[in-house]
């Protein structure tokens, strides 16, 4: 029998209309940090569940330690399409014009992971998710890391020892004031360059949770570090809007799920991995760490109040307040 090429040509379509529908959905998962840290972990474990409980429609492919893009990059890239998902610290909105998010680097607004969850697990934490629409972004949740030390090749125990330091900070005009308000001279720069940054001498300091700090091994080229918990680092699992809407609505039920069960394993492995990484900085003997008195810890709190109320006309102070009433402290009344 001789095929017609009008038949042949349908069934080449019929083929590669087969082949396109069983082919997995696609999401590109970009960070800078180590696989071997919290956000690290909670992504690829994201990936695992997806996979799973898509059963096999939907592949994540994660791209730890800026192997895609660095920080300012990878948010244009989101909006672009470039990538499907990210989780960027939330000290890294403001650039995009969501101010609001630099109120969690705020210096000691919470005591505590109690304190902090009350915000980014109930309803001002999915308020500020909202805000991210606009742009294009939908939050899917809140992923911890944990509280930051400062480092620097001199101790740092007095606010009177930040003078004059160059520290550098993520893209946040929190953060800024706040190494301001004792006198050091902050430094944005991309999470990707700090270490070189900080072997060179192009900085002097930093501040990180400890899991950061080991797992770039940052603990090389700074001398001392000052265990004082004053600022969170945190992030927010976002995705690009469209390409959200745009799943199928039973695989987009799969993937909440499969986020919901990544934040809790992240949730709860964060503080133990920091714990973790700090016991490693401390056995390395390559750095000084050093546990600061209350006293002293409280001169630097004391120093760094006055950015809460610097800060209030950018963040607003309504979600300032929103936060304080949370957590029952005002930290800016010392
Ligand atoms: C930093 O730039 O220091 C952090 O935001 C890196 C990260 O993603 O934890």
Do not use: C
């Not at 004792?182 to 192009?202: C, D, H, K, N, R």
């Not at 102070?317 to 949370?326: C, G």
């Amino acid at each position: 029998m001789k095929l017609n090429s009008a038949f042949l040509g349908l069934l080449a379509l019929v083929v590669s209309a087969v082949a396109a529908a069983q082919q997995p959905i696609v999401i590109k998962f970009s960070h800078v940090v180590a696989n071997d840290t919290p956000k690290g972990k909670a992504s690829d474990f994201f990936a695992k569940k997806a996979a799973e409980l898509t059963k096999g429609k939907v592949k994540v492919e994660v791209y730890a330690n800026s192997t895609l893009y660095k920080d300012k990059e990878e948010m244009e890239a989101l909006q672009l399409g470039a990538v499907q998902m990210l989780a960027p610290s939330l000290a890294k909105f403001g650039p995009l014009g969501v101010k609001e998010f630099e109120v969690f680097d705020l210096p000691f607004i919470f005591d505590n992971y109690t304190d902090l969850h009350k915000i980014t697990q109930g309803p001002v934490g999915r308020q500020l998710l909202a805000k991210l629409e606009p742009k294009g972004i939908k939050g899917l949740a809140y992923w911890d890391n944990g509280f930051k030390s400062f480092s620097a090749n001199k101790p740092l125990k007095a606010p009177e020892d930040f003078k004059g330091q160059k520290m550098r900070i993520q893209s946040s005009k929190v953060l800024e004031s706040q190494m301001r308000s004792v006198g050091a001279i902050p430094q944005v720069m991309a999470f990707s360059e700090v270490y070189q940054a900080l072997q060179t001498g192009v900085v002097d300091g930093t501040e990180n949770p400890h899991s950061n700090l080991y797992s770039q091994k940052m603990h090389e080229v700074q001398k001392h570090m000052t265990l004082t918990e004053h600022g969170y680092l945190g992030y927010a699992v976002i995705t690009n809007k469209k390409f959200w809407d745009g799943l199928p609505a039973d695989v987009r039920g799969q993937l909440e799920q499969a986020m919901k069960e990544s934040t809790d394993y992240a949730n709860k492995i964060a503080k133990e991995e920091n714990d973790q990484a700090l016991e490693k900085v401390k056995a390395s003997g390559k750095t000084q760490v050093y546990a600061p008195t209350p006293a002293e810890r409280m001169a630097i709190k004391k120093a760094m109040a006055k950015v809460h109320k610097e800060m209030e006309s950018r963040i607003g102070k309504e979600v300032i307040e929103a936060v304080y009433k949370e957590t029952g402290s005002d930290p800016s009344k010392l």
